[in-house]
């Protein structure tokens, strides 16, 4: 059995694959990952771990000693590179780009092998462009949701609440927590629109990362797949 890890700045997503299915999958919060934090698959066999992490070396660190002691198994780490699986990177220090970044656009071109824009829609929201031969041409990193709002309340000193709405919309607000909320959300909304003009004629848009179906649904437009980094663990592992 293989367990396959993507450790997000906000989530750590898990799942463990049985010739060739999932058989079980999680998810916890990165900075209160701990031994237990894979239920029951510390009774499983597992004798491979591929992991993509962007969440720095104290949590990989974690993950190895919790890998040793439950199954004893070294866990292998993605890197990114200058070339994989048909997917050739546009950093000239490729080191420098998240590997998730990176897992993401080769499981996406790797479903189509034509030009795709993947967004992940995570802590940061990425957007990747991949040509018809697999060149990564550039992206963008923005904040995510939660990162917006949580930089304004860091930065401003009257800009203050104590209860978030619970819906999801983006009129305009009427007091300081639906402005904030509802402002991020309309940023996320202008930037779907922005991205879905992006999409050249025949190109793919995926959509993955905690918040990406709710990007993929303001635009109705490409698919959202909820693993894509996972996905892209066995091209870059192997
Ligand atoms: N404190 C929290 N508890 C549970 N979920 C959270 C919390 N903060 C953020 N989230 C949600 O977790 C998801 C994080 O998305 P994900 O793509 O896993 O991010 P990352 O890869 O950066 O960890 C988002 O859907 C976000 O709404
Ligand atoms: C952009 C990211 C913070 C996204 O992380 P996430 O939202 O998935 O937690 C991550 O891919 C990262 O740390 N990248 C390094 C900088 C770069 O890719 O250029
Ligand atoms: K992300």
Redesign the pocket.
């Known amino acids: 059995m293989r367990l396959e890890v ?1 450790i ?4 750590l ?1 898990w799942r463990v694959i049985d010739a060739g299915n999932v058989i079980k999958k999680g998810s916890v ?2 900075q209160e990952f701990a031994h237990d934090s894979f239920g029951d698959v510390v009774n499983d066999r597992v004798d491979e771990v591929f992991v993509g992490s962007v969440a720095g070396f104290e949590c990989d660190k974690r993950l190895r000693k919790v890998c040793r002691a439950l199954w004893e198994v070294e866990p292998i780490f993605a890197k990114t590179s200058s070339q994989c699986a048909g997917v050739t990177n546009s950093y000239e220090d490729p080191s420098k780009m998240g590997v ?1 970044r990176w897992l993401a656009m080769i499981a996406a071109y790797k479903r189509v092998n034509k030009a795709v824009i993947v967004v ?5 929201v990425t957007v990747e462009y991949l040509s018809d031969k697999g060149e990564h041409l550039g992206g963008y990193i923005i904040p995510g ?2 990162l917006m709002r949580e930089s304004l309340l860091k930065n401003t000193a009257q800009v203050r609440f104590e209860k978030q709405p619970a819906e999801i919309v983006t009129h305009p607000g009427v007091s300081t927590a639906e402005a904030v909320l509802q402002g991020s959300v309309y940023l996320f909304k202008a930037l779907a629109y922005a991205i879905e003009g992006d999409l050249e004629k025949g190109a793919e848009l995926f959509f993955t ?3 990406g179906a709710l990007m993929q649904e303001m635009i109705q437009v490409g698919r959202y797949e909820s693993d894509l980094v996972m996905d892209g663990l066995a091209w870059v592992c192997r």
């Open positions: 993507d997000g700045n906000t989530l997503k919060l990165t998730d992940d829609c995570g802590s940061a949701l939660r990362g905690g918040d």
